[in-house]
């Protein structure tokens, strides 16, 4: 009998009892890198005589009453700036919103006009290449007007106060437990000179939840002092000192990319030179994904006639040992 959606039955201690899945399906999704919720003021400047009003009630009164409609929703426009950090990136953000302000003297109506506000800032989120960012407006405040008086000219400022929600994201696809319904059997194309198919990585990577940590040991005791770096692109973006406990903390990438990055360090006047793999069999014969690395562990078993290594990645320790 097909399984239908829904809430699961329940234990009697309460715990959801849902038949086991059946299947492992590729779907494709939009996911989020990285968030955050803003909330700005958006300013107009109108010179009085500039706006449409009438010319024989002016100047406005302290007396005079100013409202403001919002008769245009709230306009975000966001771009890439350059990277901070691998792979945290500035995004610039304008935003607009047209409004009418209103002033009138009793029932008499001294100026009527439409303006923009608007507002120009700068945020910093995760956005690795591959990633696209949106502006979701959330809420708008009430919009607000005085009048000021500089070098003898009336002036009306308008404001609003808005609440974003700025989204990184990127379609990717997960493999997931279901009950059905496909799973796609990929295509065997003849291969062409020059060309890798698919592309490694496919996705972009993903932000570690702490800083991203390279650990060097000797049959498991930290081996402190040692320069690590890591390359991108065939250039250091990084590079830090292994602490007295073996860590080597990374605070300014965010993550280890695989297929993209290679870690670097001197032992025993040896170069140690390792590629990070897009994934990798563990010693339980499960091939896994290392597309995000957020920490990886050398252990250092033998010295002679040659050093190896045992390497751990995301906790997982690898197949064999490496010889670098």
Do not use: H
């Given at each position: 009998?097909?399984?239908?959606?829904?809430?699961?039955?329940?234990?009697?201690?309460?715990?959801?009892?849902?038949?086991?899945?059946?299947?492992?399906?590729c779907i494709e999704v939009i996911k989020v890198y990285d968030?955050?919720?803003?909330?700005?003021?958006?300013?107009?400047?109108?010179?009085?005589?500039?706006?449409?009003?009438?010319?024989?009630?002016?100047?406005?009164?302290?007396?005079?009453?100013?409202?403001?409609?919002?008769?245009?929703?709230?306009?975000?426009?966001?771009?890439?700036?350059?990277?901070?950090?691998?792979?945290?990136?500035?995004?610039?953000?304008?935003?607009?919103?047209?409004?009418?302000?209103?002033?009138?003297?009793?029932?008499?109506?001294?100026?009527?006009?439409?303006?923009?506000?608007?507002?120009?800032?700068?945020?910093?989120?995760?956005?690795?290449?591959?990633?696209?960012?949106?502006?979701?407006?959330?809420?708008?405040?009430?919009?607000?007007?005085?009048?000021?008086?500089?070098?003898?000219?009336?002036?009306?400022?308008?404001?609003?106060?808005?609440c974003k929600d700025f989204q990184v994201k990127a379609p990717?696809?997960?493999?997931?437990?279901?009950?059905?319904?496909?799973?796609?059997?990929?295509?065997?194309?003849?291969?062409?000179?020059?060309?890798?198919?698919?592309?490694?990585?496919?996705?972009?990577?993903?932000?570690?939840?702490?800083?991203?940590?390279?650990?060097?040991?000797?049959?498991?005791?930290?081996?402190?002092?040692?320069?690590?770096?890591?390359?991108?692109?065939?250039?250091?973006?990084?590079?830090?000192?292994?602490?007295?406990?073996?860590?080597?903390?990374?605070?300014?990438?965010?993550?280890?990319?695989?297929?993209?990055?290679?870690?670097?360090?001197?032992?025993?006047?040896?170069?140690?030179?390792?590629?990070?793999?897009?994934?990798?069999?563990?010693?339980?014969?499960?091939?896994?994904?290392?597309?995000?690395?957020?920490?990886?562990?050398?252990?250092?078993?033998?010295?002679?006639?040659?050093?190896?290594?045992?390497?751990?990645?995301?906790?997982?320790?690898?197949?064999?040992?490496?010889?670098?």
């Amino acid at each position: 009998m097909a399984i239908k959606p829904g809430r699961c039955p329940t234990l009697p201690d309460g715990t959801p009892n849902c038949p086991p899945f059946t299947e492992k399906d590729c779907i494709e999704v939009i996911k989020v890198y990285d968030q955050c919720v803003k909330e700005d003021e958006l300013l107009s400047f109108n010179a009085v005589d500039a706006v449409i009003c009438n010319a024989l009630l002016l100047p406005i009164q302290p007396t005079d009453v100013i409202t403001c409609t919002v008769t245009n929703p709230l306009s975000c426009t966001v771009t890439f700036g350059d990277f901070t950090t691998p792979f945290f990136r500035r995004i610039r953000v304008f935003q607009t919103i047209g409004v009418t302000v209103v002033v009138t003297r009793g029932a008499i109506e001294v100026c009527n006009f439409a303006t923009t506000l608007s507002s120009f800032q700068t945020i910093v989120l995760w956005a690795p290449p591959g990633t696209f960012v949106e502006c979701v407006p959330l809420s708008v405040g009430d919009c607000t007007c005085e009048v000021v008086n500089v070098n003898g000219s009336q002036f009306i400022i308008c404001s609003v106060t808005v609440c974003k929600d700025f989204q990184v994201k990127a379609p990717v696809k997960l493999l997931v437990p279901s009950y059905g319904f496909c799973e796609p059997v990929p295509c065997q194309p003849a291969p062409e000179d020059g060309l890798v198919c698919p592309p490694e990585p496919q996705f972009p990577t993903q932000l570690c939840q702490f800083s991203p940590v390279v650990t060097v040991q000797d049959n498991g005791a930290g081996i402190a002092g040692l320069v690590v770096s890591i390359d991108r692109n065939n250039a250091t973006i990084s590079e830090t000192t292994v602490a007295p406990n073996g860590d080597a903390v990374f605070d300014t990438i965010g993550a280890i990319a695989g297929g993209i990055d290679v870690i670097r360090f001197t032992l025993n006047n040896k170069q140690v030179v390792f590629p990070v793999p897009v994934e990798f069999l563990g010693t339980d014969g499960v091939l896994r994904d290392s597309a995000t690395v957020c920490n990886i562990r050398f252990n250092r078993v033998a010295t002679s006639p040659v050093q190896q290594f045992e390497v751990f990645i995301n906790n997982v320790q690898l197949q064999g040992v490496i010889d670098p």
